[in-house]
């Protein structure tokens, strides 16, 4: 009795205390769970941002490139509690190396001797900033002599430095040097100065002195930069052997001509290889139809418009896609005026699966391809007892008149030919009055030719269909004096009949890559040229990112726009640490 | 037989007094937890709601017609209604100098007495305002060549110029109506130092270094930051000056928190300390 009424003491006591803590934890408040440094830096963050804005300091770091700025401005305001990373974007901000493909008729070399030739023991300028003997180019170029030295500065033995004694007579001005390995400099002749080629500096070898021709690289060099509608930009320049440069050194290569576009094809591996890390190239070059059939060119996409125009070329014009627009902006932003551009080449991008590009880049302001030879009519098409075709739709109107259903063969281009297919006009109608009263037609097309048309699209008048890559919109033709309703059908093509002049393609037949532009090649005025910078910007990186690339819980945005000769919008995501 | 009182019921007994003691005991150490996390949020709360009417308002007045000027006298100032230290026209985070100036912990502008009347403020503040203009120095030249209307700083015997680095920054900064000249130099790839000038001419200008104050038609600046990131040294240097503390005295003993408000000044940020407690 007792050991019960102990054990009942205890179970009482377990009772009682779980009670306590159950009742004692349901009132106890929890300390409210907030992180405040992050609220305080929430507050923080949305503050700065906005006076980065209303001050304009922000849209100065974005201007030129400051991102050290910004982030150093961030943490001095902040008295170092904080600090920012993040991205400037939809401004040509990143840095871009383009290299321009020099073809071997361009990659020159020249033997150089001792000695100051005609200006010896009058060197003084030179020999001052160098070590060793002064060497001279054997011949001349513009009748023109170069001069190397080994730079004082310099720790090898190398002769690393040129000046170029264009006709001064022994005398060099800062613009005659010294000029070292990798710069350009102007080989020309002061007494005519017209006559003059830029150079890229390569190498001195022994007594080999190897240079590159660089008027593309310079002139464009010269249009582009360094800013871009008031905002700085970062472009170098190079000359390459594409057969034997570091192509990951570039972000794009550039080839000129037609042999420069036959290097390209001879060496499409490499350049499919340097395309597949996101890198784009711009092809100048006057292309025919067979210049289409290289190992490079065959992959890219682009295709032959075999038409003739309607109009003459010229002026140009941008259209409203993203890309020609973006392309527009930049070259308004290099202050750019009108032009006009050859063709160089009845080239179509092809980018919208059809043969004809429907957003083009740039194209010819006045003229356009006559396209009306791709339309395909037959006037005679033959009343068909629908019970004689087989997969015919189902249409009441049928039974209301015997040319409900016609058929005849069309004839569609195919670039290297026509292919003919078999074609049923059809009037629709599911009541007899709806056949007599409306006459909503519509036409099918055997494709795979077997005679069977339940397999194939009804396509209704005023809709589109694609034939051998070229859009089309089926047009019956109502009935006359002489041809009934159904005799009469016209296949009307209805893609873009503008004449590019800047073909481009964002994605290839065999192999991955950003972008390809192809421009004709002339000689071009800096307008021109300036049209080719804008290609050069519109491959460009647009996003600058900085600073720490951790993620952050505590995010802003800044809208803004740089308005100069143009207007760039851009956004800068910062990150707050 | 009832009520007895043996071994049993007295341990029991006192094995629930003693669960008892422990309960209240761990009640009695989460409340002060509670509490204090409870005061922290008051402060946050109330310090992020004061300062955020301070910062998108700009005050009332109802002397005379009433008006939003409260800064421009006695007889504004004692009848302020309202605080706000934005401009008149309410624009966010966009202050005005003179409001920012009329405050007067002890008078004879707007007191601390007066703030917390007005505000009706259950914490007690401190104010600390830091005007800090930036000044662009992007553009440079190489020493010894300036650009035509820029002359350079002689030879401090102990700082000479013409020992500095090649690349020589130079910009300009309006403040208060008046232009403000600066040469940012560099030794051995950091910048660290500054000449600053009313003009062009820094023939008789001494280098400054970062926290040295510079006096420039009679108003005391320090040098904050010079630019020193990779990317763009020398491009920006960040002037400072301090115009204001306003509040009561810091009582350590209580439960302070501190945040930063940021706000535009006459175009150059303004950064507003704030501790509450």
Same mark, same amino acid.
């Given at each position: 009795m007792v050991e019960r009424k102990g054990l009942g003491y205890v179970i009482e006591m377990v009772v009682a205390i779980g009670t306590l803590i159950i009742f004692t934890l349901g009132q106890t408040p929890t300390e409210p769970v907030q992180d405040w440094n992050s609220f305080e830096k929430k507050t923080s963050a949305r503050d700065l941002t906005y006076v980065l804005k209303q001050t304009g300091d922000a849209q100065r770091f974005v201007k030129n490139r400051q991102t050290g700025s910004l982030e150093t401005a961030v943490q001095t305001f902040s008295d170092r509690n904080l600090e920012v990373s993040g991205t400037f974007l939809n401004l040509p901000l990143e840095s871009t190396v383009i290299g321009f493909h020099t073809t071997a008729a361009n990659r020159k070399t020249m033997n150089l001797v001792d000695g100051g030739g005609s200006c010896s023991g009058d060197l003084e300028e030179i020999q001052s900033e160098v070590d060793g003997t002064i060497k001279r180019t054997q011949s001349e170029e513009h009748g023109v002599t170069l001069y190397f030295g080994n730079s004082s500065s310099n720790i090898g033995t190398g002769y690393d430095s040129l000046w170029v004694d264009n006709g001064t007579e022994c005398q060099f001005s800062d613009a005659e040097g010294p000029y070292f390995q990798e710069e350009f400099f102007k080989w020309g002749n002061s007494t005519n100065p017209s006559e003059y080629d830029y150079y890229d500096f390569k190498d001195v070898s022994g007594d080999s002195f190897s240079y590159y021709l660089a008027n593309t690289a310079v002139n464009l060099k010269q249009v582009s930069g360094p800013r871009l509608n008031n905002i700085k930009t970062f472009l170098e320049f190079d000359t390459i052997n594409v057969a034997t440069a570091n192509l990951s050194d570039?972000?794009?290569?550039?080839?000129?001509?037609?042999?420069?576009?036959?290097?390209?094809?001879?060496?499409?591996?490499?350049?499919?290889?340097?395309?597949?890390?996101?890198?784009?190239?711009?092809?100048?070059?006057?292309?025919?139809?067979?210049?289409?059939?290289?190992?490079?060119?065959?992959?890219?996409?682009?295709?032959?418009?075999?038409?003739?125009?309607?109009?003459?070329?010229?002026?140009?014009?941008?259209?409203?896609?993203?890309?020609?627009?973006?392309?527009?902006?930049?070259?308004?932003?290099?202050?750019?005026?009108?032009?006009?551009?050859?063709?160089?080449?009845?080239?179509?991008?092809?980018?919208?699966?059809?043969?004809?590009?429907?957003?083009?880049?740039?194209?010819?302001?006045?003229?356009e391809y006559d396209t009306d030879q791709w339309n395909s009519t037959d006037y005679s098409m033959i009343e068909t007892d629908p019970s004689t075709v087989t997969g015919e739709p189902d249409s009441t109107c049928y039974s209301s008149t015997a040319d409900a259903l016609t058929q005849a063969t069309f004839s569609f281009e195919t670039g290297s030919g026509t292919e003919d297919f078999n074609v049923l006009n059809v009037e629709l109608g599911d009541t007899i009055p709806y056949c007599d009263d409306r006459d909503v037609r519509g036409v099918i097309i055997d494709r795979d030719k077997d005679g069977d048309y339940s397999d194939e699209n009804l396509v209704l008048t005023g809709e589109t269909i694609t034939i051998n890559e070229r859009k089309y919109v089926p047009q019956p033709l109502p009935e006359t004096g002489s041809r009934e309703d159904g005799q009469a059908l016209e296949f009307i093509y209805i893609g873009n009949n503008d004449i590019e002049l800047v073909n481009y393609r964002t994605s290839f037949e065999g192999f991955q890559g950003s972008k390809i532009a192809r421009i004709a090649n002339a000689d071009y005025n800096d307008d021109q040229h300036k049209l080719i910078a804008s290609i050069i910007y519109w491959m460009t990186d647009d996003s600058l990112p900085f600073g720490d690339e951790s993620e952050s819980s505590t995010s802003t945005v800044m809208l803004g726009g740089v308005k100069n000769s143009t207007y760039m919008p851009y956004k800068v995501v910062l990150r707050w640490h | 037989m009832k009520g007895q009182i043996n071994l049993e019921f007295l341990a029991t007994a006192a094995l629930f007094i003693f669960a008892l003691g422990s309960i209240l005991l761990s009640a009695s150490t989460l409340l002060p937890t509670y509490t204090q996390g409870a005061d922290r949020t008051?402060?946050?709360?109330?310090?992020?709601?004061?300062?955020?009417?301070?910062?998108?308002?700009?005050?009332?007045?109802?002397?005379?017609?009433?008006?939003? %000027?409260? =800064?421009?006298?006695?007889?504004?100032?004692?009848? &302020?209604?309202?605080? @706000? /230290? !934005?401009?008149?026209?309410?624009?966010?985070? %966009?202050? =005005?100098?003179?409001?920012?100036?009329?405050?007067? &912990?002890?008078?004879? @502008? /707007? !007191?601390?007495?007066?703030?917390?009347?007005?505000?009706?403020a259950k914490n007690q503040y401190l104010f600390n305002f830091t005007w800090m203009p930036t000044v662009d120095t992007t553009k440079s030249f190489q020493r010894g060549s300036p650009p035509p209307k820029i002359t350079e700083p002689g030879n401090n015997n102990f700082l000479p110029y013409n020992v500095t680095d090649n690349k020589v920054h130079y910009g300009t900064i309006l403040i208060n109506g008046r232009d403000y000249r600066f040469l940012v130099t560099a030794r051995d790839g950091v910048y660290n130092a500054t000449y600053v000038s009313d003009n062009w001419d820094f023939s008789a200008s001494s280098p400054l270094d970062e926290g040295s104050i510079f006096n420039v038609y009679g108003t005391n600046y320090q040098i904050e930051q010079i630019s020193n990131r990779e990317k763009d040294p020398g491009s920006l240097v960040i002037l400072e000056k301090h115009l204001k503390e306003f509040g009561a005295n810091i009582d350590s003993d209580s439960i302070v928190?501190?945040?930063?408000?940021?706000?535009?000044?006459?175009?150059?940020?303004?950064r507003i300390e704030v501790w509450t407690w």
């Open positions: 570039y972000d794009i290569i550039s080839f000129r001509g037609g042999s420069g576009v036959n290097d390209l094809d001879a060496n499409n591996e490499r350049v499919e290889s340097f395309m597949s890390n996101n890198k784009g190239v711009i092809i100048i070059a006057n292309l025919t139809e067979p210049d289409l059939d290289g190992d490079f060119m065959s992959k890219t996409g682009f295709r032959w418009m075999d038409l003739s125009f309607t109009g003459a070329i010229s002026g140009t014009k941008f259209s409203d896609s993203i890309d020609s627009k973006q392309l527009e902006t930049y070259y308004k932003g290099l202050e750019a005026g009108s032009i006009s551009l050859p063709q160089g080449g009845k080239i179509s991008s092809a980018n919208s699966g059809t043969l004809t590009q429907e957003n083009y880049l740039v194209s010819s302001q006045n003229g | 008051s402060l946050h709360l109330e310090s992020r709601s004061i300062t955020n009417q301070l910062l998108s308002t700009s005050g009332r007045h109802t002397s005379g017609g009433g008006g939003t %000027e409260w =800064e421009s006298n006695t007889n504004t100032i004692n009848n &302020t209604v309202e605080l @706000g /230290l !934005t401009d008149n026209t309410n624009s966010f985070l %966009e202050v =005005e100098r003179d409001k920012v100036m009329a405050l007067d &912990t002890n008078g004879p @502008g /707007l !007191t601390y007495i007066d703030f917390k009347d007005i505000t009706d928190i501190k945040s930063n408000r940021y706000a535009v000044m006459e175009n150059e940020p303004l």
